[in-house]
């Protein structure tokens, strides 16, 4: 299949990543009441901005189906952008809470959950044409927060660009030359924030920056 072919949103059942492919049977065993999946993208098709995260978490979007929903990381995601105006309604770490995106869509580098939540790259390069039609498919789209330096190096990748022009850092912003801002984030995970790598400020304040981006 050809990159320009692809859907924005891979099937649940995509078998394009063996390794991955292997862990979702293991997963549909041991835990057969998860969603079990390639977790589709979440939010409004009118979307400006798109926040790239890692992979669905084995307990929290590969169970729930819906990107961060049900681990600690969605906790804080979705609180933030509560707080940014982002999203309405009450983040349940449920899909069926009723939460919604507001002018934002979440979605993954990779739509799968990885083994120990570390993709190889060739899973990220063969699920990064699900992220270049996506972001094709959103005609709003201006800014693009990427969560941690797998998030921005696929999102770099994604346009062709060089990753060299375009170094990851914490609140980083950066103007592509396709028109889009590319800003950056340490993923917001229980251990980057355990460890004080991130704290809920730090991440509001990339938040601030996709705001002052949009509105530029």
């Known amino acids: 299949m050809k990159p320009e072919t692809f859907p924005p949103e891979p099937a649940a059942d ?43 978490g084995l307990k929290g979007a590969n169970q729930t189906g ?9 906790d804080l995601l979705y609180k933030c952008l509560l707080q940014m105006g982002w999203a ?42 699900f992220l270049e039609s996506r972001l094709a498919s959103l005609p709003n789209l201006k800014v ?9 190096d696929t999102t770099i990748r994604n346009f062709g660009f060089r990753l060299a022009a375009y170094p990851f850092a914490h609140e980083a912003v950066h103007h592509l030359p396709n ?23 730090m991440f509001m304040n990339a938040l601030r920056a996709c705001e002052k981006a949009i509105r530029s």
Not at 180 to 200: A, F, K, Q
Request: charged share 20%; net charge neutral.
């Open 88 to 129: 309405k309604g009450n983040y349940a770490r449920r899909p069926d809470d009723g939460f919604e995106l507001v002018g934002t869509m979440v979605t993954n580098a990779v739509r799968c959950v990885p083994p120990e939540n570390k993709p190889i790259g060739s899973e990220i390069n063969n699920c990064r044409p």
């Open 179 to 201: 028109g889009l801002i590319l800003v950056d984030s340490y993923h917001c995970s229980r251990y980057n924030v355990n460890t004080g790598r991130l704290t809920e400020d």
């Open 66 to 74: 819906r990107p961060f929903t049900g681990d600690y990381a969605g």
């Open 14 to 56: 995509c078998s394009l990543c063996p390794r991955l492919v292997a862990f979702r049977e293991a997963n549909q065993a041991a835990y057969p009441s998860f969603f079990n999946g390639a977790v589709p993208s979440f939010g409004s098709e009118d979307a400006s901005l798109v926040v790239v995260g890692l992979a669905p």
């Open 144 to 152: 693009l927060l990427a969560l941690g330096k797998i998030a921005h």
